[in-house]
């Protein structure tokens, strides 16, 4: 069983591609984990169309699949440009205003961001992901800024801006975004993504939001900014602010540079690894698969280094959002995360786990420890709160995790959780042991070749109690 089983996860953007209820399904069905709603596109009705799909396809498959909330974040934009084209040349000054809406033609262009009140000359301003590089040359009103371009090139409508040394003073979460909370609040979503993350400071006041709103959504740290990887200790903060991150490495190489991008990878996974933390490797995984029915071979090692590094998940963006072959995309990247967990071993982080709660991880040490020196097949692991399951999670087994919880939220927030597979039943004292027999009976739990019967690890503890976790139970299924 553990052969077929994944253990690193599948977040799919729904997008265009998708939109309908088959497509979906057929996603689900090829191996996704988690939706991710990208929230700087689309209307509240399709997202509710969405999230309608999503959800039935999950009940049919009868496991569960977490959905993340993508916030737009402060992405600065420029506004509606003549023409959708305006060609620079290096030397040329242009003048960035807030309070226009539509560019006439000159060298006056529209921004969707009053950056006059957050830049100071001197500070580098790139447009179109990266490829028109400027610099700040003059704050010319309270609403409008003046750079120099520095290579020759064009622009377009929306295209958007980074600006890596700008200092934003946690004033991220724009009005767009609160309007967004209050809704996924309302829908009940088991992750909201908090786009540009500067310090751990933004987490804590998404985290005020939320609460404010009634939810319990965890949140996901986009890590994309210079500031946010300006050192070791600036992304350790974050890191144990947050109850996820995503290495956004688009936007991240844009600001910091490309090659700085695996490096942060490599330190980030070990870090969400360190501390029990959830952890999403995103952009370009598979990006050729946009419009060609096979990924490149970089793209292969670019899934399968996320994987041998030990990511918990591995994102799909444009490739499921916009692309000719969504369900195909999924299907291949599922190819190269089973033939690499099983050919190549997760590698060793530099220190122990160490986590927010101390009991969680000696139980899931010990757990892993013994389950795989008594060559267990499943360890199943009966949950309140989710918080042991992650911390087993943690420990990086090479076998798989069924968790049996009452609580949905629970069951989605581990969907995407390394080797997690989540189900959703009524409390009894035994409904890890039913479930497991139930796997058993409809063919999810095989019995291997050469043996007689199932070998489950089980751990435990009291009903509704977080932190209970007290019991190890080895049965035979």
Known sequence: MSKLFKRTKILATIGPAVFSEQKIEELIMAGVNGCRLNFSHGDY????????????AAAKKGRSVAILQDLQGPKIRLGDIKNNHLDVHAGDELILDNAIKEHDGGNVLPVQYNLAKKVKVGEPLSMFDGKIKSTVSEIVSNTAIKIKVENDGFVMSHKGLNLPDTDFGGDIITEKDMADIEFGASRDFDYVALSFVQSAKDIEKLRQILLSHGSTAHIIAKIETKKAIESDEAMEAIVKAT?????????????????VVPIVQRKLIAMCREHGKLCIVATQMMSSMVDNPEPTRAEVSDVANAV????DAVMLSDETANGKYPVETVKAMKKVILYTQNNSHVSPINHDVTGDYKNYDAIAGGVVSLAEKIDADVILCQTASGATA???????????????TSNPRVAGQLALTYANSAFVRPYSENYGLELAQELKENGYLQIREGKKDILAVI????????????TIHIVRV
């Open 45 to 56: 009705t399709e997202r509710d169309q969405q999230i309608t799909w999503i959800r039935q």
């Open 243 to 259: 109850d996820g991150i995503m290495v956004a490495r688009g936007d991240m190489a844009v600001e910091a540079g490309a090659e």
């Open 308 to 311: 041998i590094q030990g990511a």
């Open 390 to 404: 992650s911390a087993i999670a943690a420990q990086r087994p090479k076998l798989p995790i069924v968790t049996v």
């Open 459 to 470: 751990i435990s503890g009291h009903k509704d109690m977080a932190g209970g976790t007290d």
